[in-house]
T-cell receptor, first 112, second 112 residues
Framework: RKEVEQDPGPFNVPEGATVAFNCTYS??????FFWYRQDCRKEPKLLMS???SGNEDGRFTAQLNRASQYISLLIRDSKLSDSATYLC?????????????FGAGTQVVVTP | EAQVTQNPRYLITVTGKKLTVTCSQN?????MSWYRQDPGLGLRQIYY???????DKGDVPEGYKVSRKEKRNFPLILESPSPNQTSLYFC???????????FGQGTRLTVV
């Protein structure tokens, strides 16, 4: 079983609609959680960190459920520019240093 | 500007010809790592480094070497490249492996 799993999609979303998707992780001791955005074969870029209390950044809302070991991302009022692959990233501990574990990504396609 | 710089961006080489991909960061980060990205598999860690002269294997280290002689640089070495090392490679740095990772622009390597 992969340490971080995501639905690969694609999620085809009409412009202006809401889309949400989850990511599950297997290590209950995971410490930090992030959503990264990756445009076609370019470098991943941080979209937002995910905090225990949940957090919002404009049209994006991230939630963490430690009991069920998943994080979620919700995008409201989707824009064409939101079309991308969204990577779930979880860090675990290796000795005293973190180690990033990446999901394979969820593809979102926003259509006019 | 905070950045991670990889070179070259594109490389086509022949089996067995040693090559080095350079990576440099200007953020004084302790933690640096190399990933390869293949379709459907997501980002897999090759090697990481917690500080100068301190490196360790990631999930897919076979066929690769690294060195960390200076804090800012973390080159990836393929002593004898093979076609199964054809992939998209990313270098990343982070303050400590728990906080945000910054990625280089990627190196698209083709081994024929």
């Amino acid at each position: 079983r992969k340490e971080v799993e995501q639905d690969p999609g694609p999620f085809n979303v009409p412009e202006g609609a809401t889309v949400a998707f989850n990511c599950t992780y297997s290590n209950s001791a995971s410490q930090s959680f992030f959503w990264y955005r990756q445009d076609c074969r370019k470098e991943p870029k941080l979209l937002m960190s995910v905090y225990s209390s949940g957090n919002e950044d404009g049209r994006f809302t991230a939630q963490l459920n430690r009991a069920s070991q998943y994080i979620s991302l919700l995008i409201r009022d989707s824009k064409l520019s939101d079309s991308a692959t969204y990577l779930c990233v979880v860090t675990s501990t290796t000795d005293s240093w973190g180690k990033f574990q990446f999901g394979a990504g969820t593809q979102v396609v926003v259509t006019p | 500007e905070a950045q991670v710089t990889q070179n070259p961006r594109y490389l086509i080489t022949v089996t067995g010809k040693k090559l080095t991909v350079t990576c440099s960061q200007n953020m004084n980060h302790e933690y640096m790592s190399w990933y390869r990205q293949d379709p459907g598999l997501g980002l897999r860690q090759i090697y990481y480094s917690m500080n100068v002269e301190v490196t360790d294997k990631g999930d897919v280290p076979e066929g690769y070497k690294v060195s960390r002689k200076e804090k800012r640089n973390f080159p990836l070495i393929l002593e004898s490249p093979s076609p199964n090392q054809t992939s998209l490679y990313f270098c990343a740095s982070s303050r400590d492996g728990y906080t945000e990772a910054f990625f280089g622009q990627g190196t698209r390597l083709t081994v024929v």
